[in-house]
């Protein structure tokens, strides 16, 4: 059985509904707030004793842990709040202690925050992060790696990049911000010139290389679950406006702010555990017209 943690949130909830259609393997949802249709474990902020599962009569047929329950940031001010971030820490700790004698795997979802600067990001790129956020998801790196070492079971390490599609309106990013500018019809913002390059990977294919690794017996240490096809602010934005078929003017806010730009190297991703990914157009479709369908 997999221990699947976050199982609420934009991620997490996509990941449960695929897993739980795959026949042969059966799902634990570990969260704050019931779920239909799915066998689940409340908790409080995760404030359990390492006996909460044996009490529960689970314990022992837990296999697999996949931890993607976390503080992520909604905003870039968010990145740098020590409580929040340090829920990132102490949640991890008390998953690790919990009593499971069968344990086999642990899936641990970082962030690409890990990650200092590069003209183009890959495994090998120094790890340098600028927030506390980044620091609480690479100690959970090394606190996942150490456990799996001492315990003598696999563990895999899958730093997320920018993910978009169906879900991710609860956040204050470029995509979900733009759409629902254009549904309210106001002007879409750009901060800067628009020349920074972005690179964006779609929910259902992070889904299906976090599936994929459940499988995956090699040790390869840590993948990038990202895009390689990088695209600027402004033809994003373009993109997203073409998509809704409405007219609208474009602001430019501080254009004099200092372009920087990400861009990936996938191919440990592509070797692994996803050889295709889908378009961004296409996805960008998916995501207007889900927004659009709750707004």
């Excluded at 600027?232 to 730009?261: F, P, W």
């Amino acid at each position: 059985m997999i221990l699947l943690t976050g199982a609420s949130g934009f991620i997490g909830s996509h990941l449960l509904s695929f897993i739980k259609n795959i026949d042969n393997k059966e799902v634990l949802a570990l969260t704050s707030k019931p779920i239909d249709g799915v066998r689940f474990l409340l908790h409080n902020d995760y404030s359990f004793d390492r006996f909460f599962l044996t009490r529960e009569g689970v314990s022992e047929i837990i296999e697999t842990i996949i931890h993607v329950g976390a503080f992520t940031p909604k905003n870039r001010n968010e990145a740098n709040v020590i409580d929040k971030c340090n829920r990132n820490i102490y949640n991890l700790e008390k998953l690790l202690n919990l009593e499971l004698p069968n344990l086999k795997k642990i899936i641990f979802l970082s962030t690409l925050d890990v990650y200092g600067d590069a003209d183009i990001i890959d495994e090998n790129t120094q790890l340098d992060p600028s927030t506390l956020y980044g620091y609480s998801k690479l100690y959970g790196e090394q606190m996942v790696t150490t456990f799996a070492e001492v315990n003598g079971i696999d563990c895999q390490i899958l730093r997320i990049g920018h993910v978009y599609g169906p879900g991710e309106d609860k956040y204050e990013k470029i995509i979900p911000v733009t759409i629902r500018k254009l549904i309210a019809n106001q002007p879409v913002e750009i901060w800067g010139d628009g020349s920074e390059l972005r690179a964006f990977i779609y929910i259902d294919d992070v889904v299906k290389a976090i599936v994929n690794s459940l499988s995956m017996n090699k040790k390869v240490g840590p993948i990038n679950v990202v895009s390689d096809y990088s695209i600027s602010v402004r033809d994003l934005i373009q993109n997203i406006i073409e998509i809704s078929g409405q007219e609208t003017s474009i602001k430019y806010v501080n254009r004099n702010k200092i372009a920087k730009s990400l861009r990936f190297d996938n191919g440990k991703l592509k070797k692994y555990l996803l050889s295709e990914q889908i378009s961004l157009k296409m996805g960008l479709n998916a995501e207007w017209n889900y927004m659009k369908k709750i707004s």
